[in-house]
């Protein structure tokens, strides 16, 4: 699902749309990989992702955790009704 998960990215952050950025206690991750929240028309993307079952809740360390409960209501949600990720059996595995 990450074509699926790029494809609905793009469509609703094309090139020129205003997007906000919010960041968590660190920027960065021990990689260099930008840590953020983004919104974009005053929705999280994050959250959108989630929702539609194209994310997973995965690899979440502290201190960068704001949002890590929302996020697993949000994942229950959509693991309940079986859509995205959710929908192909053993398609998630358990992250390392």
């Given at each position: 699902?990450?074509?699926?998960?790029?494809?609905?990215?793009?469509?609703?952050?094309?090139?020129?749309?205003?997007?906000?950025?919010?960041?968590?206690?660190?920027?960065?991750?021990?990689?260099?990989?930008?840590?953020?929240?983004?919104?974009?028309?005053?929705?999280?993307?994050?959250?959108?992702?989630?929702?539609k079952g194209l994310a997973r809740v995965?690899?979440?360390?502290?201190?960068?955790?704001?949002?890590?409960?929302?996020?697993?209501?949000?994942?229950?949600?959509?693991?309940?009704?079986?859509?995205?990720?959710?929908?192909?059996?053993?398609?998630?595995?358990a992250p390392n």
């Amino acid at each position: 699902f990450g074509k699926e998960a790029s494809d609905f990215s793009i469509s609703i952050m094309p090139a020129g749309k205003a997007i906000k950025v919010e960041l968590d206690v660190s920027e960065r991750d021990k990689y260099g990989r930008l840590l953020a929240y983004i919104y974009v028309d005053g929705k999280m993307v994050n959250e959108t992702l989630l929702e539609k079952g194209l994310a997973r809740v995965a690899y979440v360390y502290a201190p960068n955790t704001r949002y890590v409960d929302e996020f697993r209501e949000i994942q229950s949600k959509a693991q309940k009704q079986v859509i995205g990720i959710w929908s192909i059996e053993n398609y998630v595995q358990a992250p390392n």
